[in-house]
């Protein structure tokens, strides 16, 4: 018996003054990350989705309702799903400016390997599993949507290929609005399949 469990990252989001926002609240999408929503609603229209979960934030509850709707489902929430914690939340942290110019925080990126800044990789990937394995039992025999975040994503994805779970941000393949699909054979995985139905993103561009 064969089930798919789609992730989908959220649309872009507004975010004005460029801050990692994190789990933040009120981070809605921006107008053109609404049209992504719409678009991979479009996408997967003709697919068997009878599950669709999301990450409690408002970002990704918003790209999941078109989704829904288009199969007369309701959004349930996964808190699982969530984006990752980090202790630069709220800041400004690109490479040159903002927080990272403080000599106050460069303790925090002692170990890039854990991270120190944030949410431990391996206990990440651990409840992104756990959501999955459970949108795959309520999606069994059809598929299952789950909407959630890029580091999430992408730390699930590379625990699943057994590839070290640090990595270089600037290399994940997780644009925004994309789909990775996961595909079982019963409860065995058998296949990731990437697909992005609303165009590629820089992926060092977070969506803000």
């Known amino acids: 018996m064969t089930t798919i469990v789609h992730l989908l990252r959220h649309g872009e989001v507004h975010n004005p003054e460029g801050i990692l926002y994190g789990r933040l609240p009120g981070f809605h999408l921006s107008e053109r990350g609404r049209r992504q929503a719409l678009t991979v609603a479009e996408a997967v229209a003709a697919h068997d989705i009878t599950h669709v979960v999301a990450s409690p934030l408002q970002r990704a509850q918003e790209t ?34 903002g927080a990272l110019r403080q000599p106050r925080h460069w303790t925090k990126l002692r170990n890039p390997f854990l991270p120190s800044w944030g949410e431990p990789y391996v206990e990440i990937a651990h409840r992104m599993l756990g959501a999955v394995l459970r949108a795959r039992s309520k999606a069994e025999g059809h598929e299952a949507l789950c909407v959630s975040h890029q580091l999430p994503i992408w730390t699930l994805r590379r625990f699943l290929e057994a590839k070290p779970l640090w990595h270089d941000p600037r290399r994940r393949q997780c644009s925004l609005a994309s789909l990775t699909s996961l595909v079982f054979d019963g409860e065995e995985l058998v296949k990731i399949v990437y697909s992005e139905p609303a165009g590629a993103t820089d992926p060092k561009v977070t969506g803000a």
Do not use: S, Y
């Open 64 to 97: 999941a309702a078109p989704i829904a709707a288009a199969h007369r489902l309701d959004v349930q929430t996964d808190e699982r799903l969530i984006e990752a914690g980090n202790v630069f939340e709220g800041q400004k942290v690109a490479v040159g400016d």
